[in-house]
């Protein structure tokens, strides 16, 4: 039985990744899941210097899902490549990807650049979708020709494959796939977290000190299949899709949409063995179905 997906000439041991910021750069999970079953780790967006994202109070259960609105704190990019990095090199039947963040296009570069000398970096997802971050982030995301011009610039850039993270918040989402697609992109992921807001109606206040943040969970997910979907009938490069998995049953659904390969995200809060329980799943219904190749699913729901 086959469950190798490629992508960009990477190749991945199967299609379970699980999506950047819900799994820290893979440490903190590890006491919980073998790394090495996973097709791939992603890691949480990292800047060129470090980030202290949004004062708390930074998350809010919502039915069936979640708001965030970190800001994308993190450790900068030269601890990130001293500590996280270095401790990913042990696990070699996983791969790394590293989801990178920044304000501006300069930011975006700064971090590329230095991961360029980085043998453990597989690919870069460049994170154009961010909600939770006033400058950057989501403004690049929302525009096409902004989405062409960083993708080209990143792709001058990087020595790795790089996918474009896109946003949900958009009112075509095919707009965008193709602006990456045209800038240069290798592939496209999607979807980022659906801003929300939540309103605490005894303190009569925001929960959030954002005020709003990324709604993702369970609830987005019919949403996230709709766009994978369309993307996937939209651009000819491979789609990563994400949005509310927590089954195996979503992961394969995501499949049957389009995408080549898929993340796992908020179900990892409140299961911890979510990827593995997942690939397993699909590996079962791979045997129960007959099917010799994981490849052959992908997009064949019309
Ligand atoms: C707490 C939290 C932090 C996140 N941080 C990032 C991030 O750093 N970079 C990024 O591209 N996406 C980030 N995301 C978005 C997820 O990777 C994913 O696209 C989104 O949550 C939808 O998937 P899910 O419904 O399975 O969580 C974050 C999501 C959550 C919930």
């Not at 699980?18 to 780790?41: C, H, I, P, Q, R």
């Not at 597989?122 to 020709?145: H, R, T, W, Y």
């Not at 918040?169 to 796939?177: C, F, L, P, Q």
Request: with cysteine; charged share 20%.
């Amino acid at each position: 039985m086959n469950t190798k997906v490629s992508i960009a000439g990477v190749e991945f041991q199967n299609p379970i990744m699980e999506a950047s910021g819900t799994f820290g750069s893979g440490m903190e999970y590890s006491e919980f899941v073998d790394l090495n079953k996973l097709g791939a780790v992603v890691t949480k967006g990292v800047a060129n210097v470090p980030w202290q994202g949004n004062p708390t109070p930074r998350i809010a259960e919502v039915s069936s899902g979640m708001l965030n609105a970190i800001g994308l704190q993190n450790p900068g990019v030269e601890v990130f490549c001293e500590r996280d990095l270095k401790f990913l090199e042990s696990f070699k039947d996983t791969r790394v990807l590293v989801n990178v963040c920044g304000h501006s296009a300069e930011e975006y570069i700064e971090v590329v650049d230095r991961l360029v000398s980085e043998p453990r970096v597989d690919m870069l997802e460049i994170n154009i979708s961010c909600p939770n971050v006033k400058e950057g982030g989501i403004a690049f995301g929302q525009d096409p020709k902004a989405v062409e011009d960083i993708t080209r610039l990143v792709k001058k850039h990087a020595k790795q494959p790089i996918v474009m993270k896109l946003s949900p918040n958009v009112t075509d989402i095919k707009v965008m796939a193709k602006a990456a697609e045209a800038g240069g992109a290798d592939a496209i992921s999607l979807i980022n977290t659906l801003t929300g807001m939540k309103i605490d109606v005894e303190r009569q206040n925001f929960v959030l000190s954002n005020k709003t943040g990324g709604m993702s969970g369970p609830a987005v997910h019919p949403i996230a299949v709709r766009m994978v979907y369309e993307c996937a009938n939209t651009v000819s490069i491979p789609i990563i899709g994400m949005g509310g998995i927590s089954t195996w049953e979503d992961a394969v659904e995501m499949m049957l949409a389009g995408a080549t390969a898929v993340s796992i995200g908020t179900a990892n809060f409140y299961n911890p063995t979510a990827t593995t329980d997942i690939l397993q799943g699909v590996i079962e219904y791979m045997e129960r179905k007959n099917i010799d190749d994981i490849n052959s699913i992908v997009g064949i729901v019309k």
